[in-house]
T-cell receptor, first 108, second 115 residues
Framework: AQRVTQPEKLLSVFKGAPVELKCNYS??????LFWYVQYSRQRLQLLLR??SRESIKGFTADLNKGETSFHLKKPFAQEEDSAMYYC??????????FGAGTRLFVKA | GAVVSQHPSWVICKSGTSVKIECRSL??????MFWYRQFPKQSLMLMAT?????????EQGVEKDKFLINHASLTLSTLTVTSAHPEDSSFYIC???????????FGPGTRLTVT
C-alpha cells in the first residue's frame, strides 16, 4: 500500500537550533517525493522536490531508499520557518499522497 | 509563476442545495487538476483527479454523484457539491499540475458551510 508517515504532529525548537522533520514512505515503485509547506493564512506551496537535490530557504531533504525516508532538515531554524509541513509521495497517474503533516514551531 | 485561483473563497448554503466551486490555472495550462478536502487540523484528503476532456477519477469512498467534477478546459475545473448536507461542511482545495510534471500548485481553498 502507498503511504506517507510523518510521526510528529508538532515539533518545537528554539531559534538557531537544528531541525529535522521526519517522513517515511511506503511505495513499491520508484518514488517522487516532495515537501510542501503552509505558512499561516497562506496556501499550500511546494518547498522542495527530491529529484532537484536543491536547498530552499536553507532546507534540504535526502531520499534514503534503504530506509524509505525523506527527512527534511535545516541546520539553524528561524522564526519564519514556523509553519505546517507536509511530506508527499507522487505515484503513477500523477496522484499525490500527503502525510498527516508536522507543525513546526520555532521559539525565539 | 504558476498561480491557481479558486472561487468562491467561502460560501454558506442551506441543506439540500447545490454549490459550485471553480478552480482556475491563471498562467499555465493544466491537463490534470486535483480536488482535496481538508478537515480541521487534519491533512489533505484527495477526493478526485480531474483530467481535461475526460471523466474524473474518484478516490475510494467519494461519491461521484454527490461531488460532480467537470474539467471543461485546460484552465478550469469545477466541483459541484449536490444536495449539500451539514456533514459536507469542510475546506475544499484544488491543485493543478503542468503537463508531464508531478509538482502541484494549490489554490487558496474554499470554505463551505452547510446550514
Amino acid at each position: 500500500a502507498q503511504r506517507v508517515t510523518q510521526p510528529e504532529k508538532l515539533l518545537s525548537v528554539f531559534k538557531g537550533a537544528p531541525v529535522e522533520l521526519k517522513c517515511n514512505y511506503s511505495y513499491s515503485g520508484s518514488p517522487e517525493l516532495f515537501w510542501y509547506v503552509q505558512y499561516s493564512r497562506q496556501r499550500l506551496q511546494l518547498l522542495l522536490r527530491h529529484i532537484s537535490r536543491e536547498s530552499i530557504k536553507g532546507f534540504t531533504a535526502d531520499l534514503n531508499k534503504g530506509e524509505t525516508s525523506f527527512h527534511l532538515k535545516k541546520p539553524f531554524a528561524q522564526e519564519e520557518d514556523s509553519a505546517m509541513y507536509y511530506c508527499a509521495l507522487s505515484t503513477g497517474g500523477f496522484k499525490t499522497i500527503f502525510g498527516a503533516g508536522t507543525r513546526l514551531f520555532v521559539k525565539a | 509563476g504558476a498561480v491557481v485561483s479558486q472561487h468562491p473563497s467561502w460560501v454558506i448554503c442551506k441543506s439540500g442545495t447545490s454549490v459550485k466551486i471553480e478552480c482556475r490555472s491563471l498562467d499555465f495550462q493544466a491537463t490534470t487538476m486535483f480536488w482535496y478536502r481538508q478537515f480541521p487540523k487534519q491533512s489533505l484528503m484527495l477526493m478526485a483527479t480531474s483530467n481535461e476532456g475526460s471523466k474524473a477519477t474518484y478516490e475510494q469512498g467519494v461519491e461521484k454523484d454527490k461531488f460532480l467534477i467537470n474539467h471543461a478546459s485546460l484552465t478550469l475545473s469545477t466541483l459541484t457539491v449536490t444536495s449539500a448536507h451539514p456533514e459536507d461542511s469542510s475546506f475544499y482545495i484544488c491543485s493543478a499540475s503542468r503537463p508531464g510534471t508531478y509538482e502541484q500548485y494549490f489554490g487558496p481553498g474554499t470554505r463551505l458551510t452547510v446550514t
